[in-house]
DNA sequence: GCGCGTTTCTGCAACGTTGTAGTCTCAACC
DNA sequence: GGTTGAGACTACAACGTTGCAGAAACGCGC
């Protein structure tokens, strides 16, 4: 059986009342009585129950991560950001997976798990515009990516669209004109790829350089495998190309696999800049260049608005949304 | 305010105990006091309150996975896996990451946070036989890994020495006599490096090959950045030799990065296999040939040995080791 | 010495759920 | 016709915590 503050209280000779004011550092408390208090939590080794506190409080210290797959690189390094953060500030972190679109996106927003959790970091995948209604609840939440943006929520987002103009344009400038884009989602305007492609189709018009649509490989999910497949398929198809803008690392990689397989020198046939900075990229090879969105700045930035709403539940201050920091990283894939 | 018992029971016109009984499958309800009462669930959108209910049954329907690293490729997918595998059993996961050595190990398994969970998956890294007796509570725990071998605990573990040894021995099959290994704990016993240095020395023993120390390469952190300072290192020594077995898949591609940076042909020179299966391993330029220790079979094992510690508390079944499969996966970095 | 405010501490109720121990009804049995 | 037993349901008391209201003790000014 735990120990619950019953034991303690009759252990320090004092009401159960004055050790939970203890705990939860109410001040008038005479040092003398903290003393006793604080010595009969250790000899007892004393851990509050959690469940009850939450039940009785309403706070778990719990938030909880949805992500779509934690065995693409990206979410695996931002969720390990996430946990750090969390950490930092006290709070523990339940990882959901949601790999199966919108239907199971809903369910699990809305499933009795989310009740346990005091607010939600949640990556959005597959919900669009048209779902904002759904978020439309009093549970303190911050979107990270880019599907919802006019929603009722928070939001944290890398420059999607400045990022993939600023990859786009680094690989202009070595004089590549005939750059390829992985992993459009045909049709998609708000979502990663839509802002991606976005901002590579602003890059050419910037220099002046004519959009071709047979350069844009449509990729629906984003993992190495994909990426290689697409490749394979781009190649059999014979367009020209002498750069390429991979939406993500992922598929970068695989895709830079596939190159290699059909004899392609790269950069020297083709110049290849992803999107996320994965730790991956520093060791394939050639190595890969990229942009570095600042994880670590999403994390801390997603987790200190979330634990805001937290803690002023009933502030109706508008839904915030912040960009994020981004730097192009050149390595081999793109040397000069 | 959010739904309870008592708003289902008013609208169903029954007993919240019934509510209850009805959710909780009691089969002694009539047909259709069931309906009437599912009715209201569905009318109201009733969500069972998990902090009440952990309180009253001491059963919250999580479960922790405590894990190094998961910037680690291998804890990612194995994380990815242990997260489907409670799924599929109606469980959530925390996963908390312990980087911080045997201090802090301790201190998140004796931490509040551990109250608020079923039971805990511990893939263990700093504790060692020693520490065993800290473990030796009525929580329910599945060890993951290899560190204590006689501890109170299951303990679920790929076969470390068997799963080396086969892949030490591929390398000799080749042909290959200078194999070294990359991944040492000097010291170490008990640990995966400690058991794969076995089986990497049996293998050499089998096939009549002399054991050389200077082949042996330490690297105490099994990332991606170590293995590749630490065969910087090692060519820089100049020992001759035509294999490498990395200890985990990381440290080899981060290795294969350096060796070809160094221009030595892979497999051509030397001969590379790893260990874990990452899915990088599949598009690295050359592909990696690796041990693949079936992280779904460890992780469903691992829930399902846990779920019948949960549901069997009182149990004093003796604590049980299972191995899983491996298998070799032969690839170009190994190719005949 | 009295009133008033502050400090220090306590008792009680409540959070929403489930286990235990019932009550009541009705059919089956001798 | 009374006993038995199962079926269907309910009342009540917990689980361990914290918010609220209040009691006792104390200090201060007049």
Redesign the interface.
Known sequence: M?ITLHDVARLAGVSIKTVSNVINDYPHIRPATREKVEAAIDELGY??????R??RSGR?G?ISLLIP???N?YF??L??AV??AA?AKGL??????MPGGKKEELEIL????M??VDGILYSVLALGEEDAHHLDNSMPMVLLGDRIFHGPKDHVTMQNTEGSRAATEHLLSLGRRRVAALGAHPGEVVGSAGLRLDGYRQALAERGVEYDPALVIPVMSW???DG?EAMRAFLAEGVAFDGLVGFNDSMA??A??VM?EAGLQIPGDVAVIGFDDI??T????P?LSTIDPSKDQIAETAVDLLLERIENPDSDAPARDLATEFRVVQRESSAN
Not at 110 to 113: F, I, S, V
């Open positions: 735990a851990q509050p129950n959690l469940s009850a939450s039940l778990s719990v797959d934690l065995r690189a695996a390094e969720a390990d946990m750090r950490r523990s972190v339940i990882i959901e997976q809305r499933g009795p798990r009740q346990l993992h190495r495998q290689a990689l695989g830079m696999r290699q730790d991956e520093r060791y394939s090879i190595s």
